[in-house]
T-cell receptor, first 116, second 115 residues
Framework: AQKITQTQPGMFVQEKEAVTLDCTYD???????LFWYKQPSSGEMIFLIY??????QNATEGRYSLNFQKARKSANLVISASQLGDSAMYFC?????????????FGKGTRLHILP | NAGVTQTPKFRVLKTGQSMTLLCAQD?????MYWYRQDPGMGLRLIHYSVGEGTTAKGEVPDGYNVSRLKKQNFLLGLESAAPSQTSVYFC??????????????FGPGTRLTVL
C-alpha cells in the first residue's frame, strides 16, 4: 500500500481563489511528521510547512496552512488567495517513527496551475 | 551563504562507468540527504547522514555509496552506472533533522543520464 497518496494529478484554479491540495497517509506509528514541498518549473525543491503528529494546532506559514485530520489520516495543504507564482508541483511527504531515523517518503505530487 | 551546492549540474555516463556527486553546505547543518527524482515521481531517499562520519540507508540505496568525511560535504558515488540510475539527483541539508520538523534546504539538482 502507498504510504502517501495524492489523488489529484493536476488542478486548475483561478487566481486569488483558495486552493486545497489533498494528501492522505498510511502509518501505524504514533509519532510521525508530515511535510509539504513546492517544486516550480525551474526544478528546485522548496520546503513549505510541517505538521507533527502530536501537534494539536494546524500548522500555518503565511498563506499556507495544513488541514490536519488525524483520524482520517489526511494532511491537506490549503493555499489562501492563490497567486500566479503558486503554479508548481506540490509534494506531500511523511517521516515515521521517533528517534534519529530520518527516512522520509514522498507522494507523487499534484501539479497546480493558477489561471489569470 | 551559498546554501547547498551540487557538483556537477549535468553529467552523461556510459553503462559501467563510475562517478561521484558532491554536495556541499555552508550552514553548519548536521543532517544531509541524497534523493533521486524520476519523471512523474516524488523524491526517493537514497542515503542520509545524521552527522560527520555517519551514513544510513534510505528507501533506494542499492547501487549507491556515500561518505561524510567532513561535516559540510556529502558525497554520492555510483560504482558501476546503469541506465536505471538515469535521474535527477537532489541533495538537501537540515540543522535539526526531519524528526523535529526542521526545514530542509535543497541543492539545485544534478541531471544524470546513463547510456
Amino acid at each position: 500500500a502507498q504510504k502517501i497518496t495524492q489523488t489529484q494529478p493536476g488542478m486548475f484554479v483561478q487566481e486569488k481563489e483558495a486552493v486545497t491540495l489533498d494528501c492522505t497517509y498510511d502509518t501505524s506509528d504514533q509519532s510521525y511528521g508530515l511535510f509539504w514541498y513546492k517544486q516550480p518549473s525551474s526544478g528546485e525543491m522548496i520546503f513549505l510547512i510541517y505538521q507533527g503528529s502530536y501537534d494539536e494546532q494546524n500548522a500555518t506559514e503565511g498563506r499556507y496552512s495544513l488541514n490536519f485530520q488525524k483520524a482520517r489520516k489526511s494532511a491537506n495543504l490549503v493555499i489562501s488567495a492563490s497567486q500566479l507564482g503558486d503554479s508548481a508541483m506540490y509534494f506531500c511527504a511523511m517521516r515515521e517513527g521517533p528517534g534519529r531515523d530520518d527516512k522520509i517518503i514522498f507522494g507523487k505530487g499534484t501539479r497546480l496551475h493558477i489561471l489569470p | 551563504n551559498a546554501g547547498v551546492t551540487q557538483t556537477p549540474k549535468f553529467r552523461v555516463l556510459k553503462t559501467g562507468q563510475s562517478m561521484t556527486l558532491l554536495c556541499a553546505q555552508d550552514m553548519n547543518h548536521e543532517y544531509m540527504y541524497w534523493y533521486r527524482q524520476d519523471p512523474g515521481m516524488g523524491l526517493r531517499l537514497i542515503h542520509y547522514s545524521v552527522g560527520e562520519g555517519t551514513t544510513a540507508k534510505g528507501e533506494v540505496p542499492d547501487g549507491y555509496n556515500v561518505s561524510r568525511l567532513k561535516k559540510q560535504n556529502f558525497l554520492l558515488g555510483l560504482e558501476s552506472a546503469a541506465p536505471s540510475q538515469t535521474s535527477v539527483y537532489f541533495c538537501a541539508s537540515s540543522y535539526l533533522g526531519l524528526a523535529s520538523g526542521d526545514t530542509q534546504y535543497f541543492g539545485p539538482g544534478t541531471r544524470l543520464t546513463v547510456l
